[in-house]
């Protein structure tokens, strides 16, 4: 029985801009794995029942997008999303038993969240349990330019000239929420002070834009115990670099 999930891959959120208003993007459900699986190494006789902790229950989707402006860039994407979805299957051979539950689950089910002209917003969520003291919880999310096929990086969304800001925003904003005793771990805080997103990249850390705005989710563990759960951030409207997300969202307020 796999013990360990990819957790970055747990979770994934898909938001297109278009640049026209005839672009048509699709999103479409496919399937990576669903069922009741028993793990081979499962020791058991033939006149025994299968023991929950040698079964696995899966209900695992992914997104596929078509009409991108790149067909190899959006090649690429489905092609990641679908070898993400395959790194959460559980291990082991389908099994009949539906009556039985298992040990251990692993499951994602996706939200079409925001789909107009300009832009379509797709909420991923996977959740697993694979052993240990806790399953895992999280949502990723992507910003994917239509016309180009290009996945927004930090800088696409709020410009490398905002990123100081938007990094002092999240700190003071963290800082708070340690004052309200809300599950805050002050040295990881400190730690990265300054460098929530650095070179570029959002550390254990995510971008989601949703009709509310555009904010910073960051990982279990990552600035918060367990039971504090993720912490989200909202970044301000005028720290957003990009023209295309602050006209959608505009479009939505």
Known sequence: ???????????IAI??????????????????????F????????NNEVTPAECLCRADIRYPEISGLGDAKLQAEIN???????????????????????????SKSSYN????????????????????????????????IDIKSGKTLS??????????????????????????????????????RKGAFIKDNICKECNIKLDKKG????FDNYAVSSFAAGPQTIAIPDELIGNYDIISALADKK
């Open 1 to 11: 029985m796999k013990k360990s999930t990819n957790l970055l891959s747990m979770s």
């Open 15 to 36: 938001v297109a801009f278009a640049s026209t208003a005839n672009a048509e993007v699709t999103v479409s459900s496919k399937i990576a794995q669903q069922g009741l």
């Open 38 to 45: 028993r793990t081979s190494d499962c020791q058991m006789s």
């Open 79 to 105: 092609a990641k999303y679908k070898k993400q979805a395959e790194e959460n299957k559980c291990e082991g051979e389908a099994t009949s038993a539906a009556d039985k539950e298992g040990q251990y689950s």
């Open 112 to 143: 079409i969240i925001l789909k107009s002209a300009k832009l379509v917003a797709i909420e991923l969520n996977y959740s697993a349990y694979m052993g240990g003291a806790h399953g895992s919880d999280i949502t990723k999310e992507d910003i």
């Open 154 to 191: 930090p800088n696409d969304v709020f410009t490398a000239k905002n990123i100081p800001s938007v990094n002092d925003g999240i700190y003071q904003a963290l800082i708070e929420k340690e004052k309200k005793e809300e599950g805050i771990l002050p040295d990881s805080v400190e730690e």
């Open 214 to 217: 555009v904010s910073v989710v």
